[in-house]
């Protein structure tokens, strides 16, 4: 009864897997490994708050749509009626197909994948080491008590961990390592933490890869931090406008500030020469607060004209004028 259910959706799948190639122009392709399926649904409903959808299947049958959504639809396609709707071949899709392997889901959204990584991410579970598991981390128990009576002292005592009995339990005396990163879980390393108590390893969802308008971004570029991209470019516009400053070059990077101490030179010799004209007044520079400088100065040589002593004083007052 299980697979005739499973057969019976089968059509129901293709379909809708066929709709969402052709309607979204992104998929994320996210590791699955280790993650349990409380997680899953944990994480696709926080996705379908951002307009994303997780879907989760057959890698064959994934393939299979994929390799039809590529070509045109023929007429006699079983399903022809309900996907002839969606248009014609999708070629660019092909590069989605080395991409289908292994245990994988795929994310369909017009949401930047930079903006949804930390939120596929950052759902991680403590989960157990079981047997047969390759460590992501050096896993290290520290020295101290174990909680376990004397009477499990041997068991320690066969994989030679130092340890002391203490107020009537058994104490590890010195760090002690369980794991290396990519060493693969073995049944002592096992029921040793299971009988700690300890859960040692975080798993969550990984995003692996990202569908892009007929492009294939890698795990490194979708790691790209774009706020330290961003940051990099101005401070290296910046150093361009600096080195065209510099030396006189005229670009798009140092036209603004070439303009910018234009104007400043310009709107100086306005103010001092009573010139006011209308950028002046629109950048609100302090045009009447110099007018009656340059007035006071011109009427202190008219009274201290009669007494020729007084000149060379009146040199120094018209100097300071074009300070």
């Known amino acids: 009864m299980g697979k005739k259910e499973t057969k019976d959706k089968k059509p129901a799948q293709f379909k809708k897997i066929y709709e969402l190639l ?45 390799a039809t959504r590529v070509q045109d639809l023929p007429e006699s396609h079983e399903y022809y009626e309900d996907l002839k709707k969606f248009g014609a071949a999708i070629k660019e899709l092909d590069v989605l197909k080395n991409q289908v392997a292994g245990k994988v889901g795929f994310v369909f959204t017009d949401t930047p994948v930079f903006d949804l990584k930390s939120v596929i991410e950052e759902n991680k579970v403590e989960t157990p080491a079981r047997v047969g598991a390759i460590a992501p981390i050096d896993v290290v128990i520290p020295p101290g008590p174990t909680g376990m009576d004397p009477a499990s002292i041997q068991f320690f005592h066969a994989l030679q961990i130092p340890t002391k009995i203490e107020k009537g339990q058994i104490q590890i005396t010195k760090d002690f390592v369980v794991l290396k990163t990519g060493q693969k879980v073995g049944q002592s390393q096992a029921v040793l933490l299971q009988k700690l108590g300890k859960k040692p390893f975080l798993y969550g969802m990984e995003v692996l890869a990202c569908y892009d308008n007929g492009s294939i971004l890698n795990k490194q570029q979708v790691s790209v931090n774009l706020n330290d991209v961003l940051a990099k470019f101005q401070k290296n516009v910046t150093n361009i406008s600096a080195i065209s400053l510099a030396n006189g070059w005229v670009n798009e990077s140092s ?69």
Do not use: H
């Not at 649904?41 to 951002?50: E, F, P, T, V």
């Open 22 to 66: 052709s309607k979204y122009s992104q998929v994320i392709i996210v590791g699955l490994a280790n993650v349990g399926s409380k997680q899953v649904q944990d994480i696709r409903r926080i996705l379908a708050k951002r307009n994303a959808l997780l879907v989760i299947g057959k890698n064959t049958l994934f393939k299979k749509v994929l």
């Open 255 to 323: 036209a603004p500030y070439l303009l910018a101490n234009a104007f400043k030179d310009l709107a100086a010799i306005g103010l001092q020469s009573g010139f006011i004209f209308d950028q002046i007044k629109q950048s609100n520079a302090p045009a009447a607060t110099t007018a009656p400088v340059a007035a006071k100065v011109e009427d202190k040589p008219a009274q201290q004209a009669p007494a020729k002593a007084e000149e060379p004083e009146e040199d120094v007052d018209m100097g300071g004028l074009f300070d």
